[in-house]
């Protein structure tokens, strides 16, 4: 690995080569913790019942309902069990006002496929994805398996031509000895990959190898030059962001073609870039990318999950990519890439430090690739602010839906384009104290958003209201 220096040139107190301070629109402004007022929010959240059964499990504004459904555990269409921990999730239209949500399953370790092992890609492993299909209120009209015997699906993106790229946020396989909970690899096929899932069907489980062998976290695919956006989110060591540019345009042919080229960002004229540390207000960077020569590493006997989820990043760091902290969540708007830097950002007190590589509450950034330009648009003073955001997604409007994974009260978040943070949900369950909301998504109409309770015993949840009276209409 190329040395990495974490500090030293944002403790300089100036900006560095390749960056300048810019306002405007998602300029990196900090509200105080509760500062909302007028259009720039919905309104103080309120204990609302689950329209299915009356439970009260979210605390939303004034106007807002929702439906709860698919609780991990109860059964699919064809009888299986649905899987829990429901992550990373798209909406695409369906029939008669219908949405079709094709959803992640986190589920780590060799605890066999659910569903037709036939079918699996690796029948050792309990991760992929279940599409539903379901009405603007959250009742489920169909469902099955569109993926199994993947694992540790974490996030993803949706394409312009009606797919979801699932991202396996692991690099665990045979050819490493023991996963990050110690757990034997042994007999395992090789993970760490991207699958594409088409809309209204099932996966051929192929797995897109030159899209990179890493912790992937989420995808965000340009509409115009068919670039693929990827976050790679490593718990305890530095991320990075890739671009994968396919063999043809997918825009055109309809779907991923493997055998493209993957890269990694770097700022020019900084190597190893500390991008995870506290950042200027605004700070916008000039940018280019470095190719991985080896996309897809196969590990010689004995090789570590702590020597092996960093192989890929390490080519680009080697050549000085940039370096983040826990690239998560990310989305494509209006020409431009946002992502998540979960724990980036400036160091907060010590009993609020989370684990791993990273100091910070996070930060939301924005690529324009176009222009070769990356912007720091919102960095999290600390935890009653904004904790630990993860999932993104943009509203009609272009403000930000952030899903929360912090340690105490987990939120919704809106970031409007004018800077200003508001709550827009609070998981209000006792069952799911403490668990994070995960895969927000909107219909294709923008009138429901859809979310996820990310646990073993969670669920999805499906909310309308007045979008249209505020920040995400």
Known sequence: MAEINRRSFLKKGAVAAGA???AGPYAGFVAPAGASSGRSDYGPLMPVPDERDGVVRLELPEGFHYRSFHQAGTPLTDGTPIPGRGDGMAAFRGPRRSTILVRNHEVNGP???????????DPMTGGGTVTTVVSRHGEVLDDWISLNGTQMNCAGGRTIWGSWLTCEETVNGDDVGNDFTDQSNEGL???GYVFEVPAGGTSDATPIRSMGRFAHEAAAVDNKTGYIYLTEDNFNFPSGLYRYRAPQNPRRVGRVLDGGVLEMLKVVGID???LNEGQPSGVTYDIEWVPIPDPDPTFAPGTTNDEAI????????????AVFSRLEGCTFAAGKVYFVSTQGGATVAPDEAPFGFGDGRGQVWRLDDRRGKLKMVYESPGSAVLDLPDNVVASRSRALVLCEDGR??????GLTRGGDLFDFARNADPEQEGQEFAGATFSYDFKTLFVNIQSSSGYSIAMWGRFR???FG
């Open 272 to 274: 190893g870039a500390a």
């Open 189 to 191: 096929a090789k993970h």
């Open 111 to 121: 605890v066999g496929a659910f569903g037709d092992t036939a079918t699996a890609y």
């Open 310 to 321: 960093v192989a890929v990043g390490d080519q680009g760091r080697a050549q000085g990519a």
């Open 20 to 22: 300048v301070a810019a």
């Open 469 to 471: 009276q505020g920040p």
């Open 408 to 413: 105490g009260d987990n939120f919704l978040r």
